[in-house]
C-alpha cells in the first residue's frame, strides 16, 4: 500500500488529502485530513447516512407532528 499525496483534484487545490494506491495502481481509499476538511467529511458522512437509510419506511410531517403533540398513538414499528 502506497501513500500519493493528491493536492489538485479535478482541478481543485485540495491539499490534506491523500490517497491509498494498491500495487495496482488502483485508488482504494482516501485519508483527510479533519482540521483542513472537516466539514467535506461531515457532507459525505451525512450523505452516506442518508444513501444507507433510502429504503426506509417514511413518514409525514403532519404524522410526526400529531405524534409530537400527542394527539395520536406512536407507530407500532418505531
Known amino acids: 500500500m502506497v501513500i500519493f499525496n493528491c493536492s489538485v483534484i479535478g482541478g481543485v487545490n ?5 490517497y491509498l494506491i494498491d500495487e495496482n495502481g488502483e485508488r482504494t481509499a482516501v485519508v483527510i485530513d479533519l482540521k483542513k476538511h472537516g466539514e467535506l467529511w461531515e457532507d459525505f458522512y451525512d450523505r452516506a447516512v442518508a444513501e ?3 429504503n426506509e ?3 409525514s410531517l403532519d404524522s410526526v407532528k400529531k405524534r409530537i403533540a400527542g394527539q ?3 407507530r407500532a414499528d418505531v
Open 14 to 18: 485540495m491539499k490534506g488529502v491523500q
Open 52 to 54: 444507507a437509510r433510502k
Open 57 to 59: 419506511p417514511r413518514e
Open 72 to 74: 395520536s398513538e406512536p
